[in-house]
């Protein structure tokens, strides 16, 4: 038998990821991360345990790249600041950098949300996902702080209000938990979580 192709054996690894991935996360947010094994993962894939293993190796490697790949919306290999759509906020005058945030937040958190309450809950008990909780925190204010600095070079920011205590007020603006709870539990959808996330930054930021 002829051996596949070296691009038909990457494609079908690939395929065989994604569907790993998928079945992690939709156990991780239906059951919790603690209660998913390894096994299950694999059941649920319809992959050998061991190839499981093989690919990432732990449970928390695969939240990690559930993490990367849902906050990114695909597995390019790109950084958030590297996005277009943060050259177009940045670009746009300050009440319109707010809401194209608020927006491109509500879309990110549409994905992400769920993941990231299973990494929230689970934190509480499990010090590697602290740590990966305190690491996503960490990186969303990195993200918001280029944005609030960018007010600041514009001279937007309302007085006393410098780029880093604004970049503190957005984040809890625009907190996971936040999307969570108006959206899970008070039945808002994600255009009127963005309006309101984006008028509030305005309010709150802005001289």
Do not use: C
């Amino acid at each position: 038998m002829t051996p596949p192709k070296p691009g038909v054996r990457a494609a079908k690894a690939a395929q065989t990821r994604a569907r790993m991935l998928a079945a992690a996360r939709e156990l991780f947010t239906e059951r919790g991360y603690a209660a998913t094994s390894m096994q299950a993962i694999a059941a649920q894939a319809g992959v050998a345990v061991q190839t499981l293993y093989f690919t990432f190796e732990t449970k928390r490697a695969i939240l990690k790249e559930l993490l990367d790949v849902e906050v990114a919306g695909d597995d390019a290999p790109i950084a958030t600041l590297d996005r277009p759509w943060v050259a177009e906020s940045l670009a746009a005058p300050p009440p319109e950098l707010l809401r194209l945030l608020a927006e491109a937040t509500a879309d990110i958190h549409a994905h992400v949300a769920p993941l990231l309450e299973v990494v929230r809950s689970a934190a509480a008990t499990d010090p590697q996902i602290a740590e990966l909780w305190s690491t996503n925190i960490t990186q969303r204010h990195t993200v918001l702080a280029v944005f609030t600095g960018a007010l600041a070079a514009k001279s937007a920011l309302r007085p006393g209000l410098n780029a880093l205590r604004a970049a503190d007020m957005a984040l809890a603006v625009l907190a996971p938990e936040t999307y969570h709870l108006l959206t899970r539990h008070r039945g808002w959808n994600g255009r009127a979580w963005a309006d309101w996330a984006g008028e509030t930054l305005i309010d709150t930021l802005l001289a």
